[in-house]
Structures are given as structure tokens and as C-alpha cells.
């Protein structure tokens, strides 16, 4: 009896070593780093000599170390969770306009035409400074922007501020109904026109709806513009890409460490038009869902790709359950375009010592062939067939567009000219750009250079050694000379920011879909697609 017991005992072991051996080879790694951090907060939490809170302590640590991964990966809590639920409802109710924080100031970022927020008077550049009574003052702006949404027909009252008149609205909550396709047309007798900035669960619906009606009025070519699109749902994606390419075509793949969470997306239905040539517009703000459909037609030489290269986001995120009714988001897997190319830019897994994220170099991408046999590379975003000239942007035009310096002055702006010209004919005066230009040297603080961050941080420093005083005249003028410099260094890129400038202005008289029609007879992008989808041979070539 006492054998089999030692044998049972035995056989026990050899499974559970079985087993480990199963797991990868950081298992007790894992396992030990886990016991570390539970022993270290119970002995924190103990004997600190003052009261801790676990829950921020835990928060705290966990985001310090997912932001070590990459930007996507996230833990939410419970109200996270909650948010997040009620933000991505279908049936959640919104003021029709989307929102902003600047300077823990809310504002009204973009009111949607005929929507809730536009018809009770909102208009984009408005900044909110009460809700249901509730002073904007006393609440984080961040927690402010979900007081906003709530179940469709319910009211909330808001206090708001336009330049410097208050004024208040109660706005009757509606089912958010955002569309996709902000505008399509036709360019000419043959070419239309479709621009479609949001991957979401009307997509495919709407890109078809527009395709359709073009066709009825005798299009023969399109031009597909995918600029600013930041992505959304794949399967979108993949249904657009459907449209173009016939059934049973690989569209996309996924790889993740989980086999099961590896798929092959391939179209289901039959296209809708197998021949008609189409010229995809994508820049650096093009990613993710956007990619994949520019990715696969490029890679199956199913269209000419024009613009800029894109953004470089082949990650695909997954939301896991956690305890407590708590979330993760984290990335599980790379995605691949036909060709085998993942296009993910930075390498967020080899940070450097001073923790910058590298670019997958030039010299390490590596070459795919599309079906035609032409060469397209991986790790650096979608490359365009034709590349758009563009000066470079120096790091402080980088800044300011990265800024709400255009923002801000678009507000006073439009305080200033109750009306501009029609959509099509617009353009934005030198006068008015120098006037933008003198906003820029008037409020030095509208856009930091990296320069500018370093400068501050050492001026805290000298003040907290007491050398502020004796430095102030010398970092006074320090301050003016890099201020001019960096409005120097605009002028180089000036083109670009006019471009800037003139979107935000006319969507503040004519929404977003007033942008397109402006864009439709004035935008390089547009006007370099219709001349190549016109020049059947050279659009032929392209695909060679």
C-alpha cells in the first residue's frame, strides 16, 4: 500500500513537471516577480510610516508599467470600464459634437451639422463652463467630457462661453449616429470622389452607398481619399477592400503568441467592381484599418497609393476580463498585408536607455513582392506608389501642428468675420496668415518646441536653487531669441500650415463636409489622382 502510495506520489510529480515544462521558459520567472511585488506592498502598506491608499498605489504601478509596453496597452477600472462601456454603446447619446481639453479648459472641438450641438446654436471653438449647474471649475475637464453622453432623449443644460459672451443651451441628447462618409462627388465626367474618414460599424455601408450613387452618374474611375483616417473596426476593412478584389482574397493576416488568436481575414461576397482604376490618398495620419485596406489593394496591385507615407500602426488590441470588474486592453498580435509585409513603424520593443522608442531603420526593412511582382517593404508604414512633394517640416512646425495654437486662433477668427466666402472659392489671405503669424509672437506659449520644455525645466531648477533672480534678463532674452527663431523656421513650411489653417477655418463656417468640397477643387493630393487615373497608361504602369 505504502509503495503505491510513493508511486502515486511519483506519478504526480512527473505530471506537474510535465506541465511546467509546457509552460514557456519565464514561468517562474513570472511566478517569482509576482511574489516580489506581493511581499513588497503588504509590507509597504504595513509599515510605511504614512497611511498609503492600495488602490492609487496599484493603479500607479500598474500604468507605469504598461506604458512601458506600447501606447495601446491599457488597465481600466472599474469606472474605466464603465465609461468605456457607455462611450462604445450603440444606443449612447451625445450633444453631436466631439470635444477638447486645453489647459483643463473644455471646448467644443467640432460640432457635426444638423446634429444635436449645432442645432441648439454650439459652434466649434465654444468653451464649456458648467454642466447641469455643475462649474467646470471644479472637476477635471477630463471627467467633465462623460457627463456629456447619456441615454438618448434625455436633456443636459450647459453654460458656455464664445470669446467673451456666456451664453447657455439645453440640448436634447441624441443616438450618436456618426458618418463616415463626410462627402463624395463627382470631379469630372468620369472620376468620382469619396472621402470616408472613420472606420466604424456604417463603413462599408456608407462607402457603398456613395459608390453606388457615382456609379449612377457615370463614374468610370474613383478616387478613394483615406487621409486623417485613424482606423476602427478590421472587419470594416476587410469588406471595403471586398468591394474591389474578388471573393476568397486574403485582405489581412494576424499573428499573436496565442495560436487560436491568429486568423486569416479573407473577402466573403462577391465585388462589386473587379475593374474600375482607383487611386487610394493616404498621409502620415492614415493607420491601422486604413493601412490594411491601402496595404492589400497596393499589395494585390489593385490601385495607385498617392501621398505621404502612412502612420505605421500594425498592432491589433484585445480586451481581456480581469478581477473586480476590472479591464486590460493589451496588444495580442502584428498584423500582415497579402504580400506577408507587417507595416508597424516603431519598434516599441527595444527602447533605447533613455527610454526612446526607435523607428525600424531604413536599412533593416525587408522586401515583398505584390502580385504583379512589384517591391513593397515592411516596418515603415504604407510607402505611396507616387509620393507627394513636401518640404520637411522643421520641429517647430512639427510643434505647432501638433499644437491648438491653429485651434485658438481659428476662434478668433471667426469672431472676427461673421461670414468668409463660398466653400469652392475660399482662400485664405496673406493678411490673414500674417495675422495668424503675429497671434503665434504675441502668445509665445502657443506651441513648444522640445527647446522650449528644456528651457522651462531648467528655469524651476535655477529657481529652486535661488538663481532665478540673477538669470531672469539673460533667460528673458534667451526666450525671445528662440521664439523668433522658431517663427523663422515656419516660413519653410509655410504652404502647409496655410493648408492647415484653411481646413479649420472653412469647417468652422461649412462643417466638415464644407472641408471636402474645398479640398475637391483645391487640394494637390485630389488634382494629382485625377490627373493619373486620366493618363490610363501611365496609371497601367504604375501597376507593372
Known sequence: MKRVKQLGIITVL????????GYKSDFFEVAKQIEIYTTLFKELNMYYIDETNPAELTEAAIDHMLNELDPYTR????????????????????????????????????????????????????????????????????DAM?????NPNSKVSLELKRQDKTFTATINREANEFDPVPYYRMLDDQVGYISF?????????????????????????????????????????????NFF???????????????????????????????????????????????????????????????ERSFGKGLVQRYRKLTYGTQLKLTISKYYTPSGRCIQELDYTHKNKDGVIPKFSEIKRNAFKTSNGRTVYDGGGIEPDIKLSKTERTNATHALLESDAIFMFANTFTNKNKTIDDTETFNLKDSDYQDFITYL?????????????????????????????????????????????????????????????TNEIVRRYYYKKGEYIHKASHDKGIIEALQILNDENKYQNLLK
Not at 470635444?99 to 466649434?124: F, M, V, W
Not at 461576397?269 to 490618398?281: F, Q, S, Y
Not at 534667451?478 to 523668433?484: Q, W
Open 14 to 21: 512527473i505530471t506537474v513537471l510535465t506541465v511546467s515544462v
Open 75 to 142: 488597465f481600466y477600472d472599474e469606472q474605466g470600464v464603465e465609461k468605456a462601456r457607455i462611450n462604445a454603446a450603440s444606443d449612447n447619446g451625445g450633444i453631436g459634437a466631439s470635444t477638447k481639453i486645453i489647459d483643463n479648459k473644455l471646448y467644443i472641438a467640432e460640432a457635426y451639422e444638423d446634429a444635436a450641438a449645432d442645432k441648439a446654436g454650439l459652434k466649434t471653438g465654444d468653451q464649456i463652463v458648467k454642466i447641469n449647474e455643475l462649474a467646470l471649475s471644479k472637476i477635471p475637464a477630463i
Open 146 to 150: 462623460s457627463m456629456l453622453n447619456g
Open 197 to 241: 474618414i472613420k472606420f466604424n460599424t456604417k463603413a462599408s455601408s456608407s462607402v457603398k452607398a456613395a459608390f453606388e450613387d457615382l456609379k449612377s452618374q457615370g463614374m468610370t474611375k474613383l478616387v478613394l481619399d483615406i487621409r486623417g483616417n485613424g482606423g476602427g473596426l478590421l472587419n470594416e476593412a476587410v469588406e471595403i477592400t
Open 245 to 307: 478584389v474578388p471573393k476568397n482574397e486574403v485582405v489581412v493576416t494576424t499573428k499573436a503568441k496565442v495560436k487560436k488568436w491568429s486568423d486569416t481575414y479573407k473577402t466573403k461576397r462577391e465585388p462589386i467592381d473587379l475593374d474600375i482604376p482607383i487611386a487610394v490618398l493616404i498621409d502620415r495620419y492614415s493607420a491601422s484599418a486604413s493601412e490594411i485596406v491601402a496595404g492589400s489593394l497596393q499589395d494585390l496591385d489593385r490601385a495607385v497609393i498617392i501621398g
Open 441 to 501: 509672437i504675441e502668445n509665445k506659449d502657443a506651441f513648444q518646441t522640445e527647446t522650449d520644455n528644456k528651457l522651462s525645466d531648467a528655469l524651476k531648477t535655477a529657481e529652486k536653487d535661488g538663481y532665478s533672480e540673477s538669470i531672469d534678463k539673460e533667460y528673458q532674452n534667451l526666450i525671445s531669441k528662440i521664439n523668433s527663431e522658431k517663427i523663422k523656421e515656419l516660413s519653410q513650411n509655410e504652404f502647409e500650415i496655410k493648408d492647415a489653417l
